[in-house]
């Protein structure tokens, strides 16, 4: 049963900081690593995905990825009060089944 | 840029009833799926759907559920004798290639009575 893990929250950070939401999977042989915000009520937008160690950039999202250690995390930048939602980290493993497997979600909330 | 459609926003049927619940994947997409999530509850796959047929489904997806692709566009999930227990917001996506990632529709919001 392949898990995803992720801290359910409220995670809340003050306007402008940086939010740090981090994800651990247990199948080692995952490959493909997303992230997805979810409002309230609404469907999942895919924010960031990266598939190497290390870190890859998009505008204030930073994902960075260890597989050695198997997380992934999401750091958003300046957080701004719109980025309060929940989000989705999800995992794909190659050579069988590209499901992702996701998990149930870190709610952030930014206060002015 | 282009989307996912799913309609209706909003479903409501009585139990045990049948419902069909339409998608419009991205047009130039190849690999389709549904998904559920119930209120507060995470996202759970339903089924993946290839080159007009199958390719995966979860335990969730028994013989009360079906997919079709009845034309070129269109991407249906029906779920046969509606039980109270699948009240849930039910999503399609798409994707061009099975390791990319998948683009949500907005969902349909479906209540049992």
């Known amino acids: 049963q392949k898990e995803v893990e992720q801290n359910s929250g409220p995670l809340s950070v003050p306007e402008g900081a940086i939010a740090s939401l981090n994800c651990t999977y247990s199948d080692r042989g995952s490959q493909s690593f997303f992230w997805y915000r979810q409002y309230s009520g609404k469907s999942p937008e895919l924010i960031m995905f990266i598939y190497s160690n290390g870190d890859k950039e998009d505008g204030r999202f930073t994902a960075q990825l260890n597989k050695a250690s198997q997380y992934v995390s999401l750091l958003i930048r300046d957080s701004q009060p719109s980025d309060s939602a929940t989000y989705l980290c999800?995992?794909?493993?190659?050579?069988?089944?590209?499901?992702?497997?996701f998990g149930r979600g870190t709610s952030l909330i930014v206060h002015p | 840029e282009p989307e996912v459609t799913q309609t209706p926003s909003h479903q409501v049927t009585q139990m045990g009833q049948e419902v069909i619940l339409r998608c419009v994947p991205i047009s130039n997409h190849l690999y389709f799926y549904w998904y559920r999530q119930i209120l507060g509850q995470k996202v759970e796959f339903l089924v993946s759907f290839y080159n007009n047929e199958i390719s995966e489904k979860s335990e969730i997806f028994d013989d009360q559920f079906s997919v079709e692709r009845p034309d070129g566009s269109n991407f249906t999930l029906k779920i046969r004798s509606t039980k109270l227990e699948d009240s849930a917001m039910y999503f399609c996506a798409s994707n061009g290639q099975p390791n990319q990632p998948q683009h949500f529709g907005d969902g349909t919001r479906l209540s049992i009575l």
């Open positions: 999800a995992v794909n493993s190659e050579g069988g089944s590209y499901i992702p497997t």
